[in-house]
């Protein structure tokens, strides 16, 4: 271990997977070439491409109608990719405004319909859940943001609906148990809980595509990329290789049901510190709390710049909050071990005691 870090994305990855792909990176299982100098459609990669998307699938417990594909452009394409897929431009979309991601995905959607954004926490700098809302009946699908990285809010629960639902799980993919079977389409940036930047995954029901009438680029067409088994063009095969390695990695830890329960330890601590400790406080309404990102503030503003210095002596990086909630943020993924949280909350005893 080399410090705690903290970081939002790109953060923190399993020192086992990061061993295994620096070996990699030299020489991949014995070919005599690295992993960067084998072509894509050679037999090793297809079967790191397979194991990849099969152990999503497995790990998420989703039934046969679901694809799993390793697509590039970030969360961000899927902001867009997801209407032009599934609206027709008269068609309406319901989304949920629960942040910046939130917004973003708004955004983009109303370049392809009409987007009706039918709740909102924007009123109380997105420090909730909004919990009252109505899907209008011609909704073609429900968006929401299931854990919002920069104010560290995470639904609890999925909304029931009869429209698909579909989530951006960009920062708490993979780090609890939950229905996944309810949402119609799932998207995940890797660089937060499964892997390295520069692949997302989706998950995605078969059975909701190929509804609408518009002609979408072939780059762009989810059913293109399942009919070629995500090789659709060269896929970024390093970002799916260490996907590859962390979801092993999960699956040897215990799978989701050992790593909620580990995450839930972390945060409870980490909470608990916050909520006891007179120097700081959290940000954001207790039921609705990130498990993954916890975002705090200092009551003393004036030792806030100390703090972080503090911090960065004790090896804890990553900390700074984000510049649109301010304070600080911890960010508390499935690699990062109890003991960077140990470190971490003893560090904001010291800082206590000492300026008391
Ligand atoms: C980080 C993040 C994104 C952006 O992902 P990119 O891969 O940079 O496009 C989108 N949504 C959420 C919830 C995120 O945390």
């Not at 319909?113 to 073609?140: C, L, M, W």
């Not at 498990?291 to 804890?316: A, G, H, R, S």
Request: one cysteine or more; a neutral charge.
């Amino acid at each position: 271990m080399k410090v705690h870090n903290f970081n939002a994305g790109p953060s923190v990855l399993p020192n086992e997977v990061l061993y295994k792909a620096s070996k990699a990176l030299i020489d991949f299982d014995g070919t005599g070439m690295s992993i960067l100098e084998i072509g894509h459609r050679t037999e090793p990669f297809i079967a790191v491409m397979e194991e990849a998307r099969s152990l999503a699938k497995e790990l998420m417990q989703l039934e046969d109608d679901y694809e799993i594909l390793y697509l590039q452009g970030g969360a961000t394409t899927q902001f867009m990719q997801v209407p032009m897929n599934l609206l027709d431009s008269g068609d309406t979309a319901a989304y949920i405004d629960t942040g910046v991601w939130s917004n973003k995905a708004i955004k983009e959607a109303k370049l392809f319909g009409y987007v009706d954004v039918i709740a909102s926490s924007k009123e109380t700098n997105y420090n909730h859940i909004p919990r009252q809302f109505t899907v209008p009946q011609q909704a073609k699908y429900l968006h929401i943001t299931t854990n919002n990285t920069i104010y560290g809010t995470q639904w609890q629960s999925t909304p029931e609906t009869d429209v698909p639902l579909i989530a951006d799980m960009s920062s708490d993919i993979l780090s609890r148990q939950m229905d996944f079977n309810k949402y119609a389409l799932i998207y995940a940036g890797a660089q937060k809980n499964m892997g390295a930047a520069g692949t997302t995954m989706v998950a995605v029901r078969k059975s909701i595509l190929g509804k609408i009438t518009r002609k979408i680029p072939s780059i762009l067409d989810y059913r293109l990329h399942i009919e070629n088994a995500s090789m659709l063009n060269t896929p970024p095969v390093f970002a799916v290789y260490i996907s590859m390695l962390t979801l092993r990695w999960l699956k040897g830890q215990g799978g989701l049901a050992a790593i909620e329960k580990l995450n839930n330890k972390k945060a409870a601590l980490l909470y608990d510190e916050i909520d006891h400790n007179p120097l700081f406080r959290g940000n954001v309404v207790k039921e609705d709390r990130s498990k993954m990102n916890v975002t705090f503030t200092i009551d003393k503003p004036e030792l806030e710049e100390e703090f972080l210095k503090f911090c960065k002596k004790e090896d804890i990086v990553g900390i700074k909050g984000h510049r649109l909630s301010g304070g600080f943020r911890a960010s508390l993924y499935n690699a990062l071990p109890i003991e960077s949280v140990e470190v971490m909350v003893e560090a904001m005893k010291f800082f206590s005691l000492k300026k008391a």
